[in-house]
């Protein structure tokens, strides 16, 4: 049975997009990620894991993936050189430099201790889910998802403190929308699509933030 759920988790991950960077074949009903094995118990923890799982399956919520919906501008909102996309939020944001080089030159000296070629693709894959290189031993998860995941919550906190200074300020927990441009049936609890909606004044609430456009007085 278990071999069954696996079999078709793993036919149906594959024909999506977004899994690109999961390593479907270590996929299991029985084992969790490398990541969540390698991290503790702590909420701190688990928030920067979670944070870097939604990069690596594609719901970090980027201006890219809103405009296929909306039909917004795809630009990146902090530097305004190419489309937001989780490549370039982890690779080549200029604004995101300073986070991404606390951890990228670290996650390079484990990586080619393997002989894995230093490229783009590389660096990107090594950050999401470093299980897909059959060269890396399962010794070496840990270390790997220890600067990943610090990585990837690194640039998105950075990424929210820029949004905060631009004048849109977040605030927690609160589910139910408060007002909102667009039917309820289309906005159902995505991560950064509201973003391209925003009007001044306009104010929408979400499962995980609450953001405001207005002035930070």
Not at 82 to 90: L, M, N, R, W
């Amino acid at each position: 049975m278990n071999s069954l759920w696996t079999s078709q988790l793993q036919q149906e991950a594959s024909t999506k997009t977004s899994l690109q960077f999961l390593n479907l074949a270590d996929c299991s009903t029985r084992s969790p990620h490398a990541c969540w094995a390698s991290i503790g118990a702590s909420a701190g923890e688990v928030q920067r894991a979670n944070t870097k799982i939604k990069f690596t399956v594609g719901t970090y919520w980027t201006m890219s993936n809103a405009h296929k919906i909306f039909k917004c501008d795809p630009i990146c909102w902090l530097c305004y050189k190419e489309p937001e996309t989780v490549s370039h939020i982890v690779l080549v944001c200029p604004t995101l430099h300073e986070p991404r080089s606390r951890f990228v030159p670290e996650l390079r000296s484990v990586v080619e201790e393997h002989n894995i070629p230093w490229t783009a693709d590389n660096i990107l894959q090594a950050a999401l889910d470093a299980t897909k290189f059959s060269q890396i031993p399962s010794t070496s998860y840990p270390s790997i998802e220890s600067i990943s995941v610090r990585l990837c919550f690194a640039v998105h906190s950075t990424w929210a403190y820029h949004l905060a200074r631009a004048g849109y300020t977040f605030n927690a927990l609160i589910v139910k929308p408060l007002s909102t441009n667009v039917g309820r049936s289309q906005m159902p609890f995505y991560g950064k699509c509201f973003l391209c909606l925003l009007n001044t004044n306009t104010t929408f609430s979400l499962p995980t933030l609450e953001l405001v456009k207005g002035n930070n007085n």
